[in-house]
């Protein structure tokens, strides 16, 4: 059990509907990672946040966003689902901001949009 | 840009063979991290090693060992006397350790260990 907590595990939804992914990281760690795994893109960084404020962004598409809120936990929307959205999602979470200590991640929620 | 490669797309051995997992790595940049993470059947991603660019000493812990070398800008991973649990895809990633980074992910090796 690396400490972090997401939900919900698995995600069944529609093309056109909106989602949201919530996360809490481990005790102590200020940063959260967002990120998609997906057969054909692998995996992928999404956008980073440090003590509520967001530190980095990565491949995410505009109909995402993401924010950190003062009890360090974190939530992932996704909007105007499109069936090519359906992945994996992780959230990881990590004492330090800038990249350089390990990343421990969360069990991920599945998201299958039909 | 910074790049991970893992050439083994897939790896089958059988219980007891050792088997190495390669990965190699591009950044421009001489402060740098290298990781390596499992991720078995369930799905979560287990966190194995961390290695900074300063610390070339290759590491040992039970069964695993990690082989750095900067010269050939290679980090690579060996399991001796595998067993049928460390069945999972292998990642190994990299990170510039700067703000705006994150870790870079190889597109992974998917180890099968039959018994």
């Known amino acids: 059990d690396s400490g972090v907590t997401q939900t919900p595990k698995h995600l069944i939804t529609a093309t056109g509907q909106r989602v949201t992914l919530r996360c809490s990281p481990r005790?102590?760690?200020?940063?959260v990672y967002w990120y998609q795994q997906s057969l054909d893109q692998g995996l992928q960084f999404l956008i980073q946040?440090?003590?509520?404020?967001?530190?980095a962004k990565g491949n995410i598409l505009e109909r995402f966003s993401a924010q950190q809120f003062p009890d360090l936990h974190s939530e992932l929307n996704l909007s105007s689902l499109e069936l090519g959205d359906s992945a994996l999602y992780f959230c990881?979470?990590?004492?330090?901001?800038?990249?350089?200590?390990?990343?421990?991640f969360g069990p991920g929620t599945r998201l299958t949009v039909t | 840009a910074q790049k991970v490669t893992q050439a083994q797309t897939e790896i089958s051995v059988v219980e007891k063979e050792d088997v190495t997992l390669d990965c190699v790595y591009e950044t421009r940049d001489t402060t740098y991290y290298l990781f390596w993470y499992k991720q078995p059947p369930s799905g979560e991603l287990v966190f194995l090693i961390r290695?900074?660019?300063?610390?070339?000493q290759n590491e040992i812990s039970g069964r695993y060992s990690w082989n750095f070398q900067k010269s050939t800008s290679s980090f690579n991973f060996t399991i001796t006397a595998s067993q049928v649990v460390d069945s999972a895809v292998y990642f190994c990633?990299?990170?510039?350790?700067?703000?705006?980074?994150?870790?870079?992910f190889g597109k992974g090796t998917t180890l099968s260990v039959s018994s």
């Open positions: 946040y440090y003590n509520g404020e967001e530190r």
């Open positions: 990633a990299l990170s510039e350790g700067q703000a705006g980074t994150a870790l870079i």
């Open positions: 005790s102590g760690d200020l940063s």
């Open positions: 990881a979470s990590s004492v330090d901001s800038l990249g350089r200590g390990e990343q421990y």
């Open positions: 290695r900074n660019s300063f610390d070339e």
